[in-house]
């Protein structure tokens, strides 16, 4: 009789719990992003599975104003600066992200984004967003509908930027769950 006893060390224990911590708020972050919104916890986590984990310290550059960008960038834990001509224009913090354009065309980076304190990112390929697309019809419609609503809105902001006569409502700014059509 052969007897087996398998046994978890507290350092084990500790990176099991460590990592399944780390896992729980990656897809917390990815999950509160209005273009994952509409995906359900299997779709969630086939493309949560699609991103890279990276660690950056205070102070480091994740993006340069002007390099070519193929990288969608989702904030984890930490916050980063976003400048533009050296200019201050956006604070990020845990649950941001940034470089979602890239995904879609290669064009430079419109600003620069430096880490504030120590972050936990996830990054996401154009490469692996393909991947992505191409292997799940459905994930693909969902986000590539809230894209189309985001860019859609962003626009709507650039007309009011021209015509600061025309007051909006955040009523009218807001899409609603659903979108005026619903996803598949």
Partial sequence: TLLVRATTT??????????????????????????????DM????????????RD??????VVLEGDIAETLFVIVNGAASVTRAGS??????SGDHFGEMALLSRRPRSATVRTLKGCSMLSLSR??????????????????????????????????LQDKTVHETEEMRTTQK????PSP
Avoid: P
């Avoid at 299997?42 to 984990?53: C, R």
């Avoid at 490469?127 to 809105?153: E, G, H």
């Fill in 88 to 93: 201050d224009i956006a604070l990020l913090r």
């Fill in 127 to 160: 490469q692996r967003f393909f991947d992505i697309m191409k292997s799940n019809q459905v994930i693909a419609a969902k986000f590539l509908w809230r894209l189309a609503q985001t860019l859609s809105l962003r626009l709507d902001d650039v007309y009011l």
């Fill in 10 to 39: 507290a350092v084990e224990s500790k990176v099991a719990n460590e990592r399944a911590s780390r896992i729980r708020a990656e897809l917390d972050a990815l999950g509160h992003i209005t273009l994952f919104s509409e995906l």
């Fill in 56 to 61: 950056y310290q205070a102070g480091e550059v």
């Fill in 178 to 181: 659903y979108g005026i059509f």
């Fill in 42 to 53: 299997k779709e969630l986590v086939k493309v949560a599975n699609a991103f890279e984990h």
